[in-house]
Every structure is written in C-alpha cells, then in structure tokens.
C-alpha cells in the first residue's frame, strides 16, 4: 500500500487515524472498531462493506502492544 495514500486516508465515519494491517489487506480503526477491506491495492472506505472487530482483535491492534500489524 502506498504510504502517501496511507497518510491521507482517515476512518468515514469518525475521521480517526487508520492502522494498515499488511497480513489480513485491511485499514483499521480501533476507535470503531471497523476493518476496511483493500482488494486489489484500493482501498474500500465504505461503512457497509468494512467488518466488525472482534473483542480480541481491539486488544491485539491496540496501541501500544509490541507486534502490532
């Protein structure tokens, strides 16, 4: 994913920073708790297409935690 692009994009919804999960091709948002999917290099920024984290994903994706993705 570029980085220039990465920099620029914020969450839809509450315009939070977003995490780039490089492994599973999604941008987070922790503050939603949302995982944008990015298919073929785009970026996917709509509410409807993004998944529900779950409560062990938040805690892995935290700030703060060693091994973040």
Known sequence: MDKELLAMLVCPLCKGKLKYDREAEELICLF???AYPIRDG???ML???ARQ???EEKLHA???RTGEA
């Open 53 to 55: 984290l779950s409560a």
């Open 32 to 34: 939603d708790g949302l």
């Open 42 to 44: 785009i970026p996917v």
């Open 47 to 49: 509410p409807e297409e």
């Open 62 to 64: 935290s700030p703060g």
